[in-house]
């Protein structure tokens, strides 16, 4: 079993990434995915800082995939999108179908992320023929759904064509829209948001009126209240999910990984926090903990 | 411009067609649909009335299957496709990419349009979906009129906007807040919100409404009390309790609608399979004349008072908005 590091899904400062990246090159995480997936208009990177950090975690060993964005509203958007196809280096990450089409153009194998809609097997074995190679299930799925799907005979003679990987911690990304909810949130609309998601390093936390986390918001992106947190589903993930993601967080990433890597057999389980949750994995709502 | 209206019911579905509708979308009555409710859509005997009422009347039946197939009975997804086209179905709207290249491999004389659900909200995303036939984008509530724009003068396909009804802020077939809190979302199990997680409470006088047990909104005795969709509760951001995300409150483009017939969009769709005939009957009332009104004279196009004015009776908190079509709204 692999360990991946998902692309920053907040607006940090460029020292911050730039840092966090290399306490990555010198982690032991196996997988890195960098690049801006949520907001066009967060520019703290731009594309040649990425492939610049993307280089240097290749050097330090790491298998480096650029993550590209998930809704493209904009043509100069898809022209941004267009530097990541064409980066000529690195596999790309596809989290809009978009994305997907101009890969498929060039005939460049890509990963499908969790908010591409494969929920089946005749799905799945469509897009292994366009070019995936590593299939990121939806984060709304369960282990008995990944295992249905990946039983069925359908899948058995490409089984050795891709890669599983699944989403096993951080706050879940649930949302995208064409409303920036951390600029409303400080009366702002999107046009006028002076880019505060900086100021927001791990999101807003949005409660219920009795005091539940339920949200977190992050631009566009809505998130789980909750952290996902799949430390101790490890052993049963054996044999089925090739990758297992942690998302960056603001603190305590690598002390997670290293924890995530000590109990990939189960010999080191961790009890959860009260602000933890595992619902979807266990086919419960999202938000639960089983 | 076609007026497309929705039924839930056979009464629906005769009240949209015998008040100017020309096409209505239905779907059948299971999860392999969006609107997945109790006591709504159509079973096999009554999907074949429904085509026949609708082809009497020289009108066109778009039939729904648009959630995602689940890989333990995908063949459900496939005998809804073959039941709607065996009953007459004249369009299929679909999302998962599966069922569309059935379709279009076992069925290619029958219209594929792509459901909102698969969520193409820009041209490189149409293209992907070009390989598998459609002939028409059922665009996201996502996008500015501006990007409507740019992607009718772009894309050399039809396009179909949401003119009016229930308005979704995420971009529709990547939510899923939904199963986050319940465990059912639009993508697997056809429902938002679904009305079995629904607790009503009275404490102390204010009502609360709750989703599987999370609090989402509270209600003074004079406000009224909405229904719990959950991205349109009041929470708490920074000490601050407002709708964080989105008011209740309903999509309304007639203010728009000279630009989008100038763009050259195909189809406007009214929200609402949900709703009764004489909400279906109301709102395809006032849409047949405002269209008939922009076709027959698009320079001296005005919105009547009168329509406004029974559409914000027919709105969530009777209020209404442009929605992202309005750049100001994001």
Known sequence: ?290 | MELLCPAGSMPALKAAIEHGADAVYIGLKDDTNARHFAGLNFDEARLREAARYVHQHGKKLHVAINTFAHPDNYQRWQQAVDLAVSAGADVLILADIAVLAYAAECYPKIERHLSVQASATNAAAINFYRQFGISRVVLPRVLSMQQVRALAKSCDIDLEVFAFGSLCIMAEGRCYLSSYMTGQSPNTAGACSPAAFVQWQDNNGSLESRLNGVLIDRFAPDETAGYPTLCKGRFNVGGDTYHALEEPTSLNTLDLLPQLYAEGIKSLKIEGRQRSPAYVTKITQVWRAAIDAVMADPQRFYVQQQWQQVLAGLSEGSQTTLGAYHRKWK
């Not at chain 1, 100021?199 to 952290?227: E, K, M």
């Not at chain 1, 890597?261 to 961790?270: C, D, T």
């Not at chain 1, 266990?282 to 089983?290: F, P, Q, S, V």
């Open chain 1, 1 to 290: 079993m692999k360990f991946s590091l998902g692309p920053v899904l907040y607006f940090w400062p460029k020292a911050q990434m730039q840092q966090f990246y290399r306490d990555a090159a010198d982690s032991a995480v196996d997988i890195v995915y960098l690049g801006e997936t949520v907001c066009s208009k967060r520019r703290e990177l731009k594309f040649d800082d990425y492939i610049a950090l993307a280089q240097m975690l290749r050097e330090a060993g790491k298998q480096v995939c650029l993550s590209s964005m998930t809704l493209y509203e904009a043509p100069g958007e898809l022209r941004e999108l267009r530097k990541y196809v064409d980066n000529g280096e690195f596999l790309v990450e596809a989290n809009d179908v978009g994305a997907i089409s101009m890969l498929q153009e060039h005939g460049l194998p890509f990963v499908a992320g969790a908010a591409i809609n494969c929920y089946n097997q005749h799905s799945l074995r469509r897009l292994v023929g366009m070019g995936l190679t590593r299939w990121v299930m939806p984060v709304e799925l369960s282990q008995h759904w990944l295992d249905t799907l990946l039983s069925q005979s359908l899948i058995s003679d490409i089984r050795d064509c891709f890669e599983t990987e699944v989403f096993g911690f951080g706050h879940l990304p649930l949302a995208w829209s064409g409303r920036c909810f951390t600029a409303r949130s400080e009366n702002r609309s999107k046009d006028q948001c002076e880019l505060c998601c900086i100021n927001y390093p791990q999101g807003r936390q949005v409660s219920s009126q009795d005091g539940t986390a339920v949200f977190v918001l992050n631009g566009i992106q809505t998130q789980s209240g909750s952290r996902y947190n799949l430390i101790n589903q490890l052993p049963a993930m054996q044999g089925m999910v090739d990758i297992v993601r942690l998302s960056p967080q603001v603190e305590g990433t690598f002390d997670w990984l290293t924890k995530f890597k000590a109990n990939s057999n189960g010999a080191a389980p961790q009890p959860l926090a009260a602000t933890d949750s595992n619902g979807y994995w266990l086919n419960l709502a999202g938000m639960a903990t089983g």
